[in-house]
């Protein structure tokens, strides 16, 4: 089957400081590989994706490789900011699963100044 | 370009009562979700619709859930009668026919059964 496991958070980092949010998924065939960030109080809005292996997806500094070999999306900031505190999900999609995502269950990140 | 719109924002209400939730998509977007999120938890697929037909319900309690889209553009997510583990955030979300397609999700409706 499709599932996503991401790291369990809270996560707790100082400004400027160097963040990884781990993401291994499940699937069959080849997804696409996403990140959705949530603000408090508002919808997901996609951070960045990738439709293949290999594939680097990038926004807002933020950075993300589609890792067939280790069926891994990570994602990565070199510096945090206070305004990246937010709730991240990891989540895929393709043709095997009907264009329907499968998301994980979040990692809230809090940055302090 | 407008986003997806939900209403309401806010809904409180006691168990066994009845609650209805709206959306109106992105304009031209054939597809719409409608999601369940649970404090803590990933968004969870209730429904999809394809246009005016239902593409995928099997996580969708239908003794007490139902949903429509009749002309293919807004939608409605009702729940009768609510129970207290419905309390959650009830997202929807659109995106163009076709795979690969971002999702573009609303701000939610946040239902608290007491």
């Known amino acids: 089957g499709n599932s996503v496991t991401q790291m369990e958070g809270p996560v707790t980092l100082s400004e400027e400081a160097f963040l990884t949010i781990n993401c291994t998924y499940t699937a069959t065939g080849y997804p696409s590989l996403f990140w959705y960030v949530q603000y408090p109080g508002e919808g997901l809005q996609l951070l960045l994706k990738a439709t293949k292996a290999d594939d680097k997806g990038s926004n807002k500094g933020f950075e993300a490789t589609y890792r067939k070999e280790t069926t891994s999306f990570h994602l990565e900031k070199g510096s945090v900011q206070v305004s990246d505190s937010a709730v991240y999900f990891c989540a895929l999609s393709g043709p095997n699963t009907g264009n329907q995502f499968y998301f994980g269950t979040g990692t809230s990140l809090t940055v302090i100044p | 370009e407008a986003g997806v719109a939900q209403s309401p924002r806010y809904k409180i209400i006691e168990k066994r009562q009845s609650v209805a939730f709206w959306c109106n998509p992105i304009?031209?977007?054939?597809?719409l979700y409608w999601y369940q999120q649970i404090l803590g938890q990933g968004p969870k697929l209730l429904i999809q619709?394809?246009?005016?037909?239902?593409?995928?319900d099997s996580q969708l309690p239908k003794d007490r859930f139902s949903a429509e889209r009749l002309k293919g553009v807004d939608s409605t997510l009702k729940i009768q009668p609510a129970k207290l583990e419905d309390s959650a955030v009830y997202l929807c979300?659109?995106?163009?026919?076709?795979?690969?397609?971002?999702?573009?999700f609303g701000p939610g409706t946040r239902l608290t059964v007491l």
């Open positions: 619709f394809q246009n005016n037909g239902v593409v995928d």
């Open positions: 304009s031209g977007h054939a597809t």
């Open positions: 979300a659109s995106s163009e026919q076709g795979y690969y397609n971002e999702q573009f």
